[in-house]
């Protein structure tokens, strides 16, 4: 099984301020079978990246994804005050798991 | 637009089953397959189960192999989770969620996700 590392735990920023998430796979993830969800308290999870680097529908374009292999990384350019949240990855190139997640909260 | 509600969450004592429901609307139910993911209070994402969208293959997590089914009535455009066998350790939100990808082998990730139903067990 694929185990996925998320750092850090919690990323406290401000609006306007630029993130960067990182998700370690313990190893390949094949063809960048990784995708991001963000979720709010309360709520569903909600898809925001496929594919490594694909942003899924009505994603805004501060929102971007990269990597492969074993580092993936979830960028998101100038954080809005809808986008504190906690964000998970997960690879689906075999089994399907998640990463821990990281808490994205307002410095 | 797209809703998936889950229903059928609850308290229930150790040992005893429990049957999740996950009713669809907004889009070709038949056309899709479907997972069920949980989260325990307070913790991460944990994937459960899946479903072809022709319900000729399933899938389980180890941690439930053996006590849980996953079904589908197309008729009803709904999913169920059949869940046998409950200890505390499966105390979670349940979320049924839609496979991205339209007919063949699933994808493996979730563009829709309900809402999700509490199932929690204890004495």
């Known amino acids: 099984e694929i185990v996925l590392t998320q750092s850090p735990g919690t990323l406290s920023l401000s609006p306007g301020e630029r993130a960067t998430l990182s998700c370690r796979a313990s190893q390949s993830v094949s063809s960048s079978f990784l995708a991001w969800y963000q979720q709010k308290p309360g709520q569903a999870p909600r898809l925001l990246i496929y594919g490594a680097s694909n942003r899924a529908t009505g994603i805004p374009d501060r929102f971007s994804g990269s990597g492969s292999g074993t580092d993936f990384t979830l960028t998101i350019s100038r954080l809005e005050p809808e986008d504190f949240a906690v964000y998970y990855c997960?690879?689906?190139?075999?089994?399907?798991?998640f990463g821990q997640g990281t808490k994205v909260e307002i410095k | 637009q797209v809703q998936l509600v889950e229903s059928g969450g609850g308290v229930v004592q150790p040992g005893r089953s429990l049957r999740l429901s996950c009713t669809s609307s907004g889009f070709t139910f038949s056309s899709f397959g479907f997972h069920w993911v949980r989260q325990a209070p307070g913790k991460g994402l944990e994937w459960v189960a899946v479903?072809?969208?022709?319900?000729?293959?399933?899938n389980y997590a180890d941690s439930v192999k053996g006590r849980f089914t996953v079904s589908r009535d197309t008729s009803k455009n709904t999913l169920y989770l059949q869940m046998n066998s409950l200890s505390a350790e499966d105390t979670a939100v349940y979320y049924c969620?839609?496979?991205?990808?339209?007919?063949?082998?699933?994808?493996?990730?979730?563009?829709?996700w309900g809402q999700g139903t509490l199932v929690t067990v204890s004495s």
């Open positions: 997960q690879q689906y190139g075999g089994s399907r798991t």
């Open positions: 969620a839609r496979d991205f990808k339209g007919y063949g082998p699933p994808s493996d990730f979730f563009d829709y």
């Open positions: 479903i072809w969208y022709d319900g000729s293959n399933k």
